[in-house]
């Protein structure tokens, strides 16, 4: 079975603060993608990695940048957090092309 | 701008009846439409997938139809069980040599009631 491993369940930081959401995935798998989930508005992409080092925003990538340094790891940093970057963050992976991504089960994070 | 319309926001489905989520793309291009099925607690997942070459894909109790002139396609899930109830969200990828992106709808939450 896939498994995707988001290092934090559960995550408090306060504004301004620098905070790095961390993702493993276990399968090998080329394409990772980081996404937040808010409630109404569904999942929206923020950035996507097809490959080591290689990297893609998504549809909102203001305030975050990522970085892809091994294959299986895939980090998503808040580059100064805000009280609007509050939200569900979930991370996939994917073989290339048509396939199934296969999700983390998220780190609810909170900006005070 | 939302490149994919999903509705209802919430649906209510008495146990053993038939629960219908409709979705809507304006981008011709789109030409993989999955869904995927998430419980509380836990990421989404892929629950069934249809390219937009057929008309309808059927799994079990669940079944994708797709009309491509209205660019609509719809969930429906037969004899809907209290195990069904869950956040689902269509979605839509244009082929981009292995490198696609999936966009979302909003999701509807489903609610089997006995």
């Known amino acids: 079975d896939v498994k995707v491993t988001q290092s934090s369940r559960y995550l408090v930081k306060r504004t301004g603060e620098k905070v790095f959401l961390e993702c493993v995935q276990d399968?090998?798998?080329?394409?990772m993608f980081w996404y937040r989930q808010d409630p109404g508005l569904g999942l929206r992409l923020i950035y996507f990695?097809?490959?080591?080092?290689?990297?893609e925003k998504g549809d909102i990538p203001e305030g975050y940048s990522v970085s892809r340094e091994k294959k299986e790891r895939f980090s998503l940093i808040l580059e100064s957090a805000s009280t609007n970057q509050t939200s569900m963050y979930l991370c996939?992976?994917?073989?290339?092309?048509?396939?199934?991504?296969?999700f983390g089960d998220g780190t609810r994070l909170s900006i005070l | 701008q939302q490149q994919v319309k999903q509705s209802p926001q919430s649906l209510i489905v008495q146990k053993g009846g038939i629960s219908i989520i409709n979705c809507a793309y304006e981008?011709?291009?789109?030409?993989?439409f999955p869904w995927y099925q998430q419980f509380p607690g836990k990421g989404p997942a892929l629950l069934i997938a249809?390219?937009?070459?057929?008309s309808e894909k059927k799994e079990g109790r669940f079944t994708i139809s797709f009309n491509k002139s209205a660019k609509q396609f719809s969930l429906h899930i037969m004899d809907s069980q209290p195990g069904d109830s869950a956040t689902y969200f269509c979605?839509?990828?244009?082929?981009?040599?292995?490198?696609?992106?999936?966009?979302f709808g909003t999701g509807t939450r489903l609610t089997i009631i006995p």
């Open positions: 996939a992976s994917r073989v290339q092309g048509f396939q199934p991504q296969h």
């Open positions: 981008n011709t291009a789109f030409d993989y």
């Open positions: 990695s097809y490959d080591v080092k290689m990297k």
């Open positions: 979605a839509a990828s244009i082929s981009n040599f292995g490198n696609e992106k999936l966009t």
């Open positions: 399968m090998d798998h080329e394409n």
């Open positions: 249809i390219r937009p070459d057929v």
